[in-house]
């Protein structure tokens, strides 16, 4: 029998190492075969309007390409002064250059000038293919920018601006992001990882796993493309890559620090990493399970945007937990205990967590478990407060935080000319109905002109110049009534436009948002409960998951008005948010609960048992929420609002969760709760 436990010891030491080396080296070639495959992913050509696809406007989309009405979209040359009267010099000007911008037609097509009523402005409208593609139409706006450019006046200022020039703008803000995304999402990671483990090279093993996980994670949505019914686009890509970085770093820091754990209880490294991936393993599947799920939610939304994201980040998610469960472990056995040096754990060294900091702090809590619940009640509450001036929806001029060209462009034109002028409103009719259709609609206070378009299959197209600025309420409020007074005449009839697809974009969101929080919120239970196995626990991390997404929400709009002066939030930022932040935010009640659940089976009282997960997973879990918070702010280089306002929403939700409800409000709930917060399983019956 002793030869037999000889030869067994003998033959797990030798199939230890052999694993891990086979582990990596199968790990290294299928990464390679991923990272060099190529395949690239079906970009969304919607993903700048989000329209869905059976939206009105939408709809009328389709038809007007049909019937050849939208073969045609114009960019504007606005010219002024800055306010002071153009001279006889600059309208010669003017004329000038709508010779040179002539080429840029589309043919059979003028390029036609327009003087403002008060002679302070110039509009030059330049006829372009309303059917090119997206790297078309970068190029011709670029190559018209140039030609603009050259010859003007001295003092003179022109802007080109439409639905073109706001596309190429748009775009820009994601030429290289990818880039600069990793650059500092790596930075980021590495300096908080070698903060964590105050070791010269630890931090270069779950750095090095996460880095190539993001990228084969991006062959993986690109496969995911061609057989999913979604596509990619620049925030789809962008949040993908954050989910990766942040989720994946947060699964490596609970696995390594319990296998630190085990390292002081075990001689064999191996034998170490099999009991923390057992321990470790349900709670970051729970975790990574409740992050897909959730994301998995958003292909019910109408909003192609959400579902991009939606879609995209579950591949991500699941991208990230095989690689830190499965190719981590064996990276951190093959390097073996020094790679924690300088403070390499040796058995039978006393754990540090179960008399540091976060014990104190888990004493502090459960001694007085009623004052600090309601501290952190009322902390919660007055964060959220600021959500009683909460404003939503942005223009299409406010959706950057730089100003681009085409920004500048249509507030100048706003100054001088109806503010529409650059983004007509189409309505296509039956042909029978032009007149009326046109008498009906002219007589709306906000329509400035209608002019009759394209007919052809029976349908006539009417534009419309709206005196609203684009995307804006009170645009809005005019396509509510245009659609209204069409009804009346051709209850067919269709609106379209940016200012309409703006508005049906914004109804999307709006009905998105009651379906999507409430399946999360359902998602969320469903996992807690099976892991848990108690109704209590469950709807008490749930609620307070919630709380912590209200408050961060208050706490961005707060910074959003008084620091960065922001208008409103972006209509799809609430979802987004409070998406992330409950299903990202309940991985540390779930570390944390199951950590309790653990100890509590073992004996431990409900007091002790919430006390010691505390202390014991304090340290990781405080490492991993700083660094999740750090990672999604840095969706805030890239000068999108949106994109900004998710990342500070999310970080600021995150580090509430860290530092204050994981770690505070959850332990003096479980405290006052004592077993019942178990029930009904077993452990709430448990003398």
């Not at 080296?25 to 309007?49: C, F, H, K, T, Y």
């Not at 309505?427 to 609609?441: H, L, N, S």
Request: charged share 15%.
């Amino acid at each position: 029998m002793e030869k037999f436990d000889e030869r067994n010891s003998r033959h797990r030491a030798l199939v230890g190492p052999r694993l891990s080396w086979l582990v990596v080296l199968v790990a290294i070639v299928l990464s390679g075969v991923a990272l060099g495959a190529g395949i690239q992913a079906d970009e969304d050509p919607n993903g700048v309007a989000n329209l869905p696809a059976d939206a009105p406007s939408a709809l009328a989309g389709d038809l007007a390409e049909r019937i050849g009405g939208d073969e045609v979209t114009p960019a504007f040359v606005v010219l002024d002064r800055g306010g002071e009267q153009l001279s006889a010099e600059d309208r010669s000007a003017v004329e000038e250059l709508v010779g040179r911008l002539t080429p840029f037609a589309v043919e059979g097509q003028q390029v036609f000038p327009a003087f403002s009523d008060d002679g302070e402005a110039a509009l030059i409208g330049v006829p372009l293919s309303g059917t090119a593609d997206q790297d078309q139409v970068v190029e011709t706006v670029e190559d018209l920018r140039a030609e603009v450019d050259e010859g003007l006046s001295e003092g003179l200022d022109a802007q080109v601006t439409g639905g073109p020039a706001f596309l190429v703008d748009l775009a820009g803000v994601f030429d290289g992001a990818d880039v600069t995304l990793l650059a500092a999402t790596a930075s980021i990671v590495a300096l908080l990882l070698l903060i964590t483990y105050r070791s010269p090279w630890l931090w270069l093993v779950p750095l090095a796993v996460v880095g190539v996980a993001d990228q084969v994670a991006i062959t993986v949505v690109a496969i995911g493309t061609k057989i999913l019914p979604f596509a990619t686009d620049g925030a789809s890509v962008g949040i993908t890559s954050v989910l990766v970085f942040g989720a994946g770093t947060n699964y490596a820091l609970l696995l390594i620090a319990r296998y630190r754990e085990e390292l002081r209880r075990r001689e064999d490294r191996f034998d170490a990493m099999r009991h923390a991936v057992g321990r470790a393993a349900p709670a970051i599947l729970a975790s990574s399970g409740t992050v897909v799920l959730a994301l998995l939610m958003l292909g019910f939304a109408d909003s192609p945007n959400s579902r991009n994201i939606g879609l995209g980040g579950a591949l991500g998610i699941a991208t990230a937990v095989v690689y830190a469960l499965v190719v981590l472990p064996a990276a951190m056995t093959v390097c073996g205990r020094w790679l924690f040096w300088p403070f390499v754990p040796r058995v039978g060294q006393a754990e540090p967590t179960r008399t540091g900091f976060w014990s104190k702090v888990a004493g502090v809590v459960t001694g007085r478990p009623v004052v600090v619940a309601v501290a952190s009640l009322v902390v919660l509450v007055l964060l959220a407060l600021p959500l009683l001036g909460l404003r939503t929806g942005l223009s299409q001029t406010e959706q950057f935080r730089a100003t681009p060209e085409s920004v500048t462009g249509q507030e100048v034109l706003a100054e001088h000319f109806p503010a529409g002028s650059t983004q007509p409103t189409t309505v296509i009719t039956r042909e029978g109905d032009a007149a009326a259709m046109e008498q009906a609609v002219g007589r709306i206070a906000g329509v400035q002109q209608v002019m009759p378009g394209a007919t052809g299959e029976g349908y006539a197209v009417l534009s419309l110049t709206l005196d609203a600025d684009p995307a804006s309420d009170e645009a809005f409020a005019t396509i509510e009534q245009v659609r209204d007074a069409a009804a009346e005449v051709d209850a067919d009839a269709l609106v379209g436009g940016p200012d309409a697809e703006a508005l049906d974009s914004s109804d999307a969101a709006a009905r998105d948002r009651l379906l999507i929080i409430p399946l999360v919120l359902l998602v969320v239970l469903a996992v807690l409960l099976v892991l848990l196995r108690s109704v209590v626990a469950a709807v008490v991390l749930v609620i307070t998951v919630v709380a912590t997404y209200v408050a961060a929400l208050g706490a961005g709009w707060l910074v959003f008005d008084l620091l960065f002066g922001f208008p409103a939030l972006d209509l799809t930022v609430p979802l987004l948010s409070f998406l992330f932040l409950v299903a990202l935010g309940v991985d540390y009640n779930i570390f944390l609960s199951t950590r309790a659940k653990e100890e509590a089976e073992e004996g431990a009282d409900p007091r002790t048992a919430i006390s010691v997960a505390l202390a014991v997973t304090g340290g990781v879990i405080t490492s991993a929420g700083v660094l999740l918070a750090a990672v999604f702010t840095v969706l805030g280089v890239l000068p999108l609002i949106t994109l900004t306002q998710i990342g500070v929403i999310v970080g600021i939700g995150v580090l509430l969760d860290t530092l204050l409800v994981r770690s505070v409000l959850v332990p003096a709930l479980v405290t006052l709760l004592g077993r019942r917060f178990w029930w009904p399983g077993h452990l709430s019956r448990t003398p």
